[in-house]
T-cell receptor, first 116, second 114 residues
Framework: AQSVTQPDIHITVSEGASLELRCNYS??????LFWYVQSPGQGLQLLLK??????LVQGIKGFEAEFKRSQSSFNLRKPSVHWSDAAEYFC??????????????FGKGTLLTVNP | EPEVTQTPSHQVTQMGQEVILRCVPI?????FYWYRQILGQKVEFLVS????????KSEIFDDQFSVERPDGSNFTLKIRSTKLEDSAMYFC????????????FGNGTRLTVT
């Protein structure tokens, strides 16, 4: 069965600093990979996705992630964090179930705090 | 940008009662999902629905749970007899058919069973 590990439960960075959130997955085939963000009281907003092709993917809000098959990783990065980026970040892997349908398995999430 | 809409945002119910959580997926989407997140735990897959039938369900989705698409716009999750451990945030999601595309999630319904 597929699994997703986000090793960091809570990360604190200063505004303007760079950010990297780690994600490792376990899945036998080529994975579909996602990062979602959840602000307090809000739903899950898609930041970026990887289905195939270029292993460096760009997302919204200045985020990017790189798929590294050899390391089974899909780390999320941002060069300069803004206070509004404070939220919980979830990495997820999609397991295909036929056609274009798939099921998501989520990591436990990383809570990001941004200091002024 | 079209959104997935969930109502209510918060539902409080007594143990043993039936609840129905409602979702309006994005209009041209054809795959529908329910996920849940127990406080402090991972977001977990419950069920996927396509072409008016369940396409996959998790072991969590037992006989107490059912899903329905009663009309062309709504997608509901019914819990027949709620238990304390059903307290969680329930997320509806939808996805369009065709080329691979991401799931779009609603803001969730927080269910509290007392």
């Amino acid at each position: 069965a597929q699994s997703v590990t986000q090793p960091d439960i809570h990360i604190t960075v200063s505004e303007g600093a760079s950010l990297e959130l780690r994600c490792n997955y376990s899945y036998g085939a080529t994975p579909y990979l996602f990062w979602y963000v959840q602000s307090p009281g809000q739903g899950l907003q898609l930041l970026l996705k990887y289905f195939s092709g270029d292993t460096l993917v760009q997302g919204i809000k200045g985020f990017e992630a790189e798929f590294k098959r050899s390391q089974s990783s899909f780390n999320l990065r941002k060069p300069s964090v803004h206070w509004s980026d404070a939220a919980e970040y979830f990495c997820a892997v999609g397991e295909g179930s036929g056609g274009s349908n798939y099921k998501l398995t989520f990591g436990k999430g990383t809570l990001l705090t941004v200091n002024p | 940008e079209p959104e997935v809409t969930q109502t209510p945002s918060h539902q409080v119910t007594q143990m043993g009662q039936e609840v129905i959580l409602r979702c309006v997926p994005i209009s041209n989407h054809l795959y529908f999902y329910w996920y849940r997140q127990i406080l402090g735990q991972k977001v977990e897959f419950l069920v996927s629905f396509y072409n008016n039938e369940i396409s996959e369900k998790s072991e969590i989705f037992d006989d107490q749970f059912s899903v329905e698409r009663p009309d062309g716009s709504n997608f509901t999750l019914k819990i027949r007899s709620t238990k304390l451990e059903d307290s969680a945030m329930y997320f509806c999601a939808s996805m369009r058919q065709g080329e691979l595309s991401p799931l779009h999630f609603g803001n969730g319904t927080r269910l509290t069973v007392t």
